[in-house]
């Protein structure tokens, strides 16, 4: 198997255009993710009875695979990126409701009663206490689901929205590595920077970490 | 939707559709296959690897990355590699699925490994024990619970995806999804995903059921994590 790398500077704009392409299928899908896994997680974390239904029912989603989900999304949202992002958003969520209550759990019950005796109301010390330390473990969720995402986007290419995921499709019918290599590596780049970047963020957002360390 | 309901029900209860040779008994044990026999080769190259960096301290960075550079693979991608070089045999499957399941594997046995509390490993090299002793007879059962873990974790993520099989050109239950996508015919993708779902359920069930087999002389508490 020989790989062409003078392929790569000819195809220079298309593959930028697949890489922003990729991102935006990806970059929608963790933040729709976030917005369903914390209310639910927050639910999960209070409501002791509806928890193991939550996460059972999250687990589940997770067998089912990537390519039937987009397949079976397709009557209901038809071949758009919407099919894309809302089959990653079901992906991401197993990730994220499972550290997000995690992260709640992790939090003191003495913190929290602190909180409440200082006369803070529930969504008082969920907001300003409760998430601000479960923030790491969330985090830690979010890393995983973003580069999850972006490795998964690629199988979205059957219904045409896979991003870098194309050029798999493109070498695989021509009989052609080259651009299959090209794919490996820019999604495997592109999820190496999203982490980094996400890592940063989590730098910055928690200064008490860092002042203890 | 009621309607496509009814049709998956018949497409999953219907005798033809389960004997012969691209029926579902034949598929379900296909696809029985690629997955067991992945998730073993997996879990004899990730759990000494996993063991040996959790017993030394070394090679942490190497594990905690290993798993990040494992997720971030496209698998589609690496299976259309792997074909584009070896040509049409089980190769493509096998080095995707295995490569899906090795770092899930590594960094769970690390962690468990890791969460062993170190005045317990102290106290088992100060009553004499060897290295392999203080390994196979402390830190090993004790993280036991996070390396079943990542074992059913591994195990639903090969299931899921040795879909890919049916990519290229081989059977199992990605057979459905694949020629139910080519033909337009949604029942027979649903019927395949449906498959595909409680197989692995099936599978995570039967690990849990032996994780609770090794686990019946512990206290309860072996169970909190």
Known sequence: ??????????????????????????????????LI?????????????????????????????????????????????????TGLTIYTLVVLLRNTVEGLDSVPTKVREASTAMGARPL??????????????????VRVATVMAI???????????????????????????????AGVLLSLLLALVADAVLVTIQWLCTPWLRRRA | MIELLKDLLRW???????????????????HLQYSLLATLVAAAIALPVGL????????????????????????????????????????PVYISLVALAVPVIV?????????????????????????????????????????????RLACVQVVATATIAAYVSFGGLGRYVFDGLAQRDLVQVLGGAVLVAV???ALDLALAGVQRLLFRNRPPRAHAH
């Open chain 2, 199 to 201: 197989l692995a359920i």
């Open chain 1, 37 to 85: 896994a914390l209310p639910l997680a927050v639910i999960a974390h209070r409501v002791r009875a509806l928890r193991g239904l939550l996460l059972g029912l999250s687990n589940i989603l997770f067998t089912i695979p990537s390519i039937a989900i987009f397949v079976l999304l397709l009557p209901i949202t038809g071949l758009t990126r919407t099919t894309a992002i």
């Open chain 2, 52 to 91: 040996l960096i959790g017993h030394t301290g070394r090679g942490a960075f190497l594990a905690i990355n290993l798993s990040g550079f494992g997720r971030a693979l496209p698998t589609v991608g690496l299976v259309t590699l792997v074909f584009l070089a070896s040509g049409l045999s089980m190769w």
């Open chain 1, 1 to 34: 198997m020989t790989v062409d790398w003078g392929w790569f500077p000819d195809h220079q704009s298309d593959l930028v255009t697949l890489t922003l392409d990729h991102l935006s299928t990806a970059v929608p899908a963790v933040l729709f993710g976030l």
């Open chain 1, 151 to 181: 490795s998964l986007v690629s199988v979205a290419s059957y219904i045409g929205y896979g991003g870098l995921g194309q050029l798999f499709t493109d070498g695989f019918q021509r009989n052609y590595p080259t651009p299959v290599v």
């Open chain 2, 107 to 151: 960094t769970n046995t690390y962690a468990g490994m890791a969460a062993v509390d170190p005045e317990v490993r102290d106290a088992a090299r100060g009553q004499g024990m060897r290295w392999y002793q203080v390994l196979f007879q402390v830190e090993l059962p004790l993280a036991l619970p996070l390396i079943m873990t990542g074992l």
């Open chain 2, 12 to 30: 999953l209860t219907s005798g033809s559709q389960w004997s012969g040779t691209d029926g579902i008994a034949t598929r379900l044990l296909e």
């Open chain 1, 124 to 141: 008082r010390t969920l907001l300003t206490v409760e998430l601000p330390l479960a923030f790491p473990v969330i985090m830690a969720g």
